[in-house]
Each structure stands twice: as structure tokens, then as C-alpha cells.
């Protein structure tokens, strides 16, 4: 067996080891070393060393890999939202509001109102009949509002508390590796 001479990483005392050897522990400091060999030279590295670049790096990854997250989740929400969007007088499309409840429900209610007030006598059924269908519509505009409110409203307070979570995940992170 051919032994070569190599010093310890950590302490410099001089090391005899085999040719075939990847790993030693130094006799004089108890170091765990990882023999490495290249062409013209054979040494020793610590695995400490080892072992904290690699942390590195795993916590490096980890930051890329929150960072893509974050990314796939304002994706999902700016292509999801649209599900939830209303038009609004415009023509522009917003989130719904109370506003965009009310003010349909406000105009077929007062064409309701009018159209009661506008028969003529004796009672007229025709424009009874148009008021009862403008109530009508007053009331599904108003639940049918209400609903899109509360759904969007649901959508976006989940996308905000797991955007919340990322970034929270993100920092610490950051932290962890460096505060790259």
C-alpha cells in the first residue's frame, strides 16, 4: 500500500495516508478530514467546511426556490381575479364593489317606482306588471352582487395570506443565507 504525505487542514500536522483514501481523521487535532486529489496536488479539507458551504447553498436554493413560488402565486392571482372582475360604467374592469351593487339595484328600483306612479286610471296592469318585474330585478341584481363580492373578497383575503406566508418564508430565508 503506497502512503502519501499530506498536512491536516485544521492544524498542519503532517499526514501519512493511502493512495485510495478519501477520508482521514488527524491523529493530533481529531479533525474529520476529506482528502482531495488533482493532478499535480493531493490535500486535505475539512468537512466543516464542507458541510457550512453546503448549507450555504441549500439555503441559497431554498430562497430561489420561495422567490419562484412568490412569483407562481401573484401569477395565479392576476390570472384568477379576472374570474372575479366586474365592468363598470366605463367599460373597465374592476373588483366588485358595494357601489357596483347598488347602483343597478337603485335604477330598477326607481323605474319601479316610477312605472307605479305613472299608471293611469283606472289601475293600468301593464305597468304594474313592468314595476313588479323592475323590483324583481333590483333584488337579483342585489343578491347576485353581494354573491361576487363576498367571492372575490374570499379569493383575494387566501392570496393574500399565502403571499403573506411566502414572504415571511422569503426573509427568514434570506436570512439564513446570508442575507443575499
Same mark, same amino acid.
Given at each position: 500500500?503506497?502512503?502519501? #504525505?499530506?498536512?491536516?487542514?485544521?492544524? $498542519?500536522?503532517? &499526514?501519512? *495516508?493511502?493512495?485510495?483514501?478519501?477520508? !482521514?481523521?488527524?491523529?493530533?487535532?481529531?479533525?474529520?478530514?476529506?482528502?482531495?486529489?488533482?493532478?499535480?496536488?493531493?490535500?486535505?479539507?475539512?468537512?466543516?467546511?464542507?458541510?457550512?458551504?453546503?448549507?450555504?447553498?441549500?439555503?441559497?436554493?431554498?430562497?430561489?426556490?420561495?422567490?419562484?413560488?412568490?412569483?407562481?402565486?401573484? #401569477?395565479?392571482?392576476?390570472?384568477?381575479? $379576472?374570474?372575479? &372582475?366586474? *365592468?363598470?360604467?366605463?367599460?373597465?374592469? !374592476?373588483?366588485?364593489?358595494?357601489?357596483?351593487?347598488?347602483?343597478?339595484?337603485?335604477?330598477?328600483?326607481?323605474?319601479?317606482?316610477?312605472?307605479?306612479?305613472?299608471?293611469?286610471?283606472?289601475?293600468?296592469?301593464?305597468?304594474?306588471?313592468?314595476?313588479?318585474?323592475?323590483?324583481?330585478?333590483?333584488?337579483?341584481?342585489?343578491?347576485?352582487?353581494?354573491?361576487?363580492?363576498?367571492?372575490?373578497?374570499?379569493?383575494?383575503?387566501?392570496?393574500?395570506?399565502?403571499?403573506?406566508?411566502?414572504?415571511?418564508?422569503?426573509?427568514?430565508?434570506?436570512?439564513?443565507?446570508?442575507?443575499?
Amino acid at each position: 500500500m503506497q502512503l502519501q #504525505a499530506v498536512v491536516c487542514a485544521s492544524c $498542519g500536522a503532517p &499526514l501519512r *495516508v493511502p493512495n485510495a483514501a478519501r477520508f !482521514v481523521t488527524c491523529h493530533h487535532c481529531e479533525s474529520t478530514l476529506e482528502i482531495k486529489h488533482t493532478e499535480d496536488v493531493t490535500y486535505s479539507e475539512k468537512i466543516s467546511q464542507i458541510d457550512v458551504r453546503t448549507e450555504r447553498i441549500e439555503a441559497k436554493l431554498e430562497v430561489i426556490r420561495l422567490e419562484r413560488e412568490l412569483e407562481a402565486c401573484d #401569477a395565479e392571482w392576476d390570472r384568477k381575479k $379576472g374570474d372575479y &372582475l366586474t *365592468v363598470n360604467a366605463r367599460g373597465e374592469k !374592476v373588483a366588485p364593489s358595494l357601489l357596483s351593487v347598488l347602483v343597478p339595484s337603485s335604477v330598477c328600483l326607481a323605474a319601479a317606482f316610477f312605472l307605479f306612479l305613472g299608471g293611469s286610471e283606472p289601475f293600468d296592469v301593464g305597468f304594474a306588471f313592468f314595476g313588479v318585474v323592475a323590483v324583481l330585478m333590483a333584488c337579483w341584481f342585489g343578491v347576485v352582487g353581494v354573491v361576487q363580492i363576498k367571492h372575490y373578497q374570499e379569493a383575494e383575503s387566501q392570496y393574500l395570506g399565502r403571499r403573506f406566508r411566502l414572504v415571511s418564508q422569503l426573509e427568514q430565508a434570506r436570512n439564513s443565507a446570508g442575507g443575499e
